[in-house]
Nanobody, 125 residues
Framework: QVQLVEFGGGLVQAGGSLSLSCAASGRTFSAYAMGWFRQAPGKEREFVAFISWAGHITDYADSVKGRFTISRDNAKNTVSLQMNSLKPEDTAVYYC??????????????????WGQGTQVTVSS
């Protein structure tokens, strides 16, 4: 049973930074790509960032490029999202997610089949 647990959400002022982490268990973490998504009130869940199984490929939503950095520590079974220069529009519940296909260099949205419970990030203006 794959389990994902996010940590690190909170309240921060605009322009500030916050780091999220996601701890994974239940299978060989290092074999699977990981992603971060977010969902703001009244909006659909949207893609934020992706990292391949070995960390050699990353991808970001245009809205966070240059401000957010995704990374992973395969020895600790964790994936992190460093968020800098935060804006009020970054306010959302943030989710980490993964899929069932190992050694993927990319995942389509429909391939994300395991999700964490989410962590709230609130950016005040």
């Amino acid at each position: 049973q794959v389990q994902l647990v996010e940590f690190g959400g909170g309240l921060v002022q605009a322009g500030g930074s916050l780091s999220l982490s996601c701890a994974a268990s239940g299978r060989t973490f290092s074999a699977y790509a990981m992603g971060w998504f977010r969902q703001a009130p009244g909006k659909e869940r949207e893609f934020v960032a992706f990292i391949s199984w070995a960390g050699h490929i990353t991808d970001y939503a245009d809205s966070v490029k240059g401000r957010f950095t995704i990374s992973r520590d395969n020895a600790k079974n964790t994936v992190s999202l460093q968020m800098n220069s935060l804006k009020p529009e970054d306010t959302a519940v943030y989710y980490c997610a993964t899929g069932a296909r190992p050694y993927g260099s990319t995942y389509s949205r429909s391939e994300y089949s395991y999700w964490g419970q989410g962590t709230q990030v609130t950016v005040s203006s």
